[in-house]
Nanobody, 124 residues
Framework: VQLQASGGGLVQSGGSLRLSCEISGLDHIDWTIAWFRQAPGKEREAVSCIRVAEDTTFYAVSVKGRFTIFRDDTRRAVHLQMNSLKPEDTALYFC??????????????????WGRGTQVTVSS
């Protein structure tokens, strides 16, 4: 399984970005794809996830209402649309994958596959 994250960049506060996670090598019908982020000096934190088979989504409280996770079957990708960005959203964003779904979706330990990060910087 390979994950390739892209779409990061520099944006002003209040702006928008769309991150993409292109996925290859999945051979199971039920996967969970998640986005995590890590700011300098801070622990990695979960942002959002989608259980692909059921299209069920989950969000961290800090991003709910601003971020939307959705899948793109034609590109075998999962996107994270980020609106109303704030300086505190600045971080290196990673996508991760696991088979099936675990109740502790926010735990990085639940995910066995990770892509390289893409940097998001929000200026004030």
């Amino acid at each position: 399984v390979q994950l390739q994250a892209s779409g990061g960049g520099l944006v002003q506060s209040g702006g928008s970005l769309r991150l993409s996670c292109e996925i290859s090598g999945l051979d199971h019908i039920d996967w969970t794809i998640a986005w995590f982020r890590q700011a300098p000096g801070k622990e990695r934190e979960a942002v959002s996830c989608i259980r692909v088979a059921e299209d069920t989504t989950f969000y961290a409280v800090s991003v709910k209402g601003r971020f939307t996770i959705f899948r793109d079957d034609t590109r075998r990708a999962v996107h994270l649309q980020m609106n109303s960005l704030k300086p505190e959203d600045t971080a290196l964003y990673f996508c991760a994958a696991r088979e099936l779904f675990g109740s502790a979706w926010w735990s990085a330990q639940e995910y066995g596959y990770w892509g390289r990060g893409t940097q998001v910087t929000v200026s004030s």
